[in-house]
């Protein structure tokens, strides 16, 4: 909020911002055969995840993986032995100095926020997950009303390793729920659920990993508001639908160390040693019919969003530095076109780079178990984002 004294800056700012809107006019709906496209390009996930440039369908385990690859539940870590596991993980990302999150061109000032946690509990070569991602992203519109949007996208897994745990696979369902809201009117609360499937293959006693995923669409057809007519509500004109495309995923790893990385460890408590982990990964999004998009709805305009197949490719590093200590992280990404400008070009997709480490600050023990408590950070850089 600006702050008494500073008219020039806040002259400034406004010119700014009506130059923007000027710049950035895309026609008026006048009917609600639109589909709000609900897709995300850049790198989400565990602090791993993210500063690794977002690869992750190769390099899944437990908890965390479960976000890409629903086969992951029951990919353990090498040190995991007994018939019964577990595993859980609790993130945050708080996107910060950017000012066009979506890379939609559309120069917005949002406080955005993203949860993810997930469980999984784990029983010989079986595995069973659930993780959950939240979404919530807020900004004054051009008539000055403040325009919320949150989504909630829930996934529950189940998965088994095969061929003494050189395959493993699983199966999953996931369960979209999507809530926008103008001022204090709410807009649409749409839901939908669809399936999904992983797979990850990793030789015994070798070092390398190749993963798959394939998610089909979530699609909402709910259209009817209980307050409001979706031909003028609060002023919006209401899209009567909202999709999460299909996306495809195939991923490969490779970690050069002194032990394999496809070895169980009978007697160590963790794999501490000398190690680089590499890994890459190519994802395929599907199109979404006169899909448009959600910062430019909040704008009342259309603007087109995912009207064809989206590419992204990924790659990351993760180097042990010091053993049981201290392991650093590098990534890029390519976050891929998706949206067209008000001349119906697209807008070039942009490049990211990421960085991250995990640094081991305290090891106890408690109740005869051995533990670690450490600290992890990440950073995703691209034009007009920063994510951390």
């Given at each position: 909020?600006?702050?008494?004294?500073?008219?020039?800056?806040?002259?400034?700012?406004?010119?700014?911002?009506?130059?923007?809107?000027?710049?950035?006019?895309?026609?008026?709906?006048?009917?609600?055969?639109?589909?709000?496209?609900?897709?995300?390009?850049?790198?989400?996930?565990?602090?791993?995840?993210?500063?690794?440039?977002?690869?992750?369908?190769a390099t899944a385990e437990g908890s965390a993986g479960v976000l890409t690859n629903p086969a992951s539940p029951a990919?353990?870590?090498?040190?995991?032995?007994?018939?019964?596991?577990?595993?859980?993980?609790?993130?945050?990302?708080?996107?910060?100095?950017?000012?066009?999150?979506?890379?939609?061109?559309?120069?917005?000032?949002?406080?955005?926020?993203?949860?993810?946690?997930?469980?999984?509990?784990?029983?010989?070569?079986?595995?069973?997950?659930?993780?959950?991602?939240?979404?919530?992203?807020?900004?004054?519109?051009?008539?000055?009303?403040?325009?919320?949007?949150?989504?909630?996208?829930?996934?529950?897994?189940?998965?088994?390793?095969?061929?003494?745990?050189?395959?493993?696979v699983g199966i999953g369902v996931r369960d979209l729920r999507l809530t926008i809201m103008g001022g204090e009117q709410?807009?649409?609360?749409?839901?939908?659920?669809?399936?999904?499937?992983?797979?990850?293959?990793?030789?015994?006693?070798?070092?390398?990993?190749?993963?798959?995923?394939?998610?089909?669409?979530?699609?909402?057809?709910?259209?009817?508001?209980?307050?409001?007519?979706?031909?003028?509500?609060?002023?919006?004109?209401?899209?009567?639908?909202?999709?999460?495309?299909?996306?495809?995923?195939?991923?490969?790893?490779?970690?050069?160390?002194?032990?394999?990385?496809?070895?169980?460890?009978?007697?160590?408590?963790?794999?501490?040693?000398?190690?680089?982990?590499?890994?890459?990964?190519?994802?395929?999004?599907?199109?979404?019919?006169?899909?448009?998009?959600?910062?430019?709805?909040?704008?009342?305009?259309?603007?087109?969003?995912g009207r064809t197949l989206s590419l992204s490719v990924r790659a990351g590093a993760e180097y042990e530095l010091l053993?049981?200590?201290?392991?650093?992280?590098?990534?890029?990404?390519?976050?891929?076109?998706?949206?067209?400008?008000?001349?119906?070009?697209?807008?070039?997709?942009?490049?990211?780079?990421?960085?991250?480490?995990?640094?081991?600050?305290?090891?106890?023990?408690?109740?005869?178990?051995?533990?670690?408590?450490?600290?992890?950070?990440?950073?995703?850089?691209?034009?007009?984002?920063?994510?951390?």
């Amino acid at each position: 909020m600006a702050k008494a004294g500073r008219p020039v800056a806040l002259g400034v700012a406004l010119l700014v911002q009506v130059q923007v809107a000027q710049a950035q006019e895309f026609p008026a709906p006048t009917d609600r055969n639109h589909t709000l496209d609900v897709f995300l390009g850049s790198a989400i996930g565990s602090a791993r995840i993210v500063g690794m440039g977002g690869t992750a369908v190769a390099t899944a385990e437990g908890s965390a993986g479960v976000l890409t690859n629903p086969a992951s539940p029951a990919v353990r870590p090498a040190t995991s032995n007994d018939d019964w596991d577990w595993d859980w993980h609790l993130d945050s990302l708080v996107p910060s100095f950017d000012t066009d999150y979506d890379n939609n061109g559309i120069k917005t000032e949002d406080e955005s926020l993203s949860v993810t946690g997930g469980l999984v509990v784990q029983y010989r070569d079986w595995g069973l997950g659930f993780s959950v991602l939240s979404q919530s992203s807020s900004n004054d519109t051009s008539s000055g009303e403040r325009f919320t949007a949150t989504g909630l996208l829930a996934k529950l897994t189940l998965a088994r390793s095969l061929w003494r745990d050189q395959l493993v696979v699983g199966i999953g369902v996931r369960d979209l729920r999507l809530t926008i809201m103008g001022g204090e009117q709410e807009l649409l609360s749409l839901g939908g659920v669809s399936a999904e499937s992983g797979v990850m293959w990793k030789p015994q006693a070798k070092s390398i990993r190749v993963g798959g995923s394939l998610s089909l669409p979530v699609i909402s057809d709910d259209t009817e508001l209980q307050e409001c007519d979706p031909l003028d509500c609060a002023g919006y004109i209401v899209p009567n639908k909202a999709k999460v495309p299909w996306q495809a995923t195939v991923g490969f790893a490779h970690r050069h160390a002194p032990s394999a990385w496809n070895t169980r460890l009978k007697d160590a408590q963790w794999r501490d040693e000398k190690a680089l982990l590499w890994a890459i990964d190519a994802v395929l999004t599907g199109p979404t019919q006169r899909g448009i998009g959600i910062e430019a709805f909040a704008q009342h305009m259309v603007q087109p969003s995912g009207r064809t197949l989206s590419l992204s490719v990924r790659a990351g590093a993760e180097y042990e530095l010091l053993p049981g200590d201290l392991r650093l992280r590098l990534g890029s990404y390519y976050e891929a076109k998706r949206f067209k400008d008000p001349q119906g070009e697209k807008i070039p997709g942009r490049m990211h780079l990421t960085g991250g480490f995990q640094w081991n600050l305290w090891s106890f023990s408690l109740w005869g178990d051995k533990h670690r408590l450490s600290l992890s950070f990440a950073l995703d850089r691209a034009r007009d984002f920063v994510n951390s």
